[in-house]
């Protein structure tokens, strides 16, 4: 079961709002992988399944998903470097420095706390009404982005 990463699988109406957003995350300096965007029932009931049914840890609490939608994309902050005469890219998993912090930040929602390029994801996203699950209560997902209809 593969995941959907095309942009252009997503909602007609939130397409231009993602586009904008990586636009202007870019021009301030983070480069942004979107690597997923529509899921199908059959995926969301794989990921589901993680941690309850399956082996692994739990990755979602929605049985039912916006990205199900085409209004909800995850993503993580990127980066390319010179290693050895080679270009190399690293992907940035983890928002916070350390497990304090991450903790300092769930009580606070003081995105001050965060890496700067996940600082930059998150502040440009509000600024276009893309709601962002690193803000959410309960079940937090930092790499999930979500565009709701108003």
Known sequence: ???IRDMRRLAPEVQGVFGEWLRRCNQRGVQVLIYETLRTQERQDKL?????????RIVTNAKRSNH???RAVDAVPWEAYLA???????LDWKPFESRTIERMFRESKDRSLLDRHWR?????AAELGI???GDWDGFIEYVHFEKLPQ
């Open 48 to 56: 589901y399944a993680l941690g309850r049914t399956e082996p692994g």
């Open 1 to 3: 079961m593969s995941q």
């Open 120 to 124: 930059v994801m998150a502040d440009t």
């Open 84 to 90: 050895q005469r080679e270009i190399e890219t690293r």
């Open 68 to 70: 199900q939608d085409g």
């Open 131 to 133: 709601d962002w699950a």
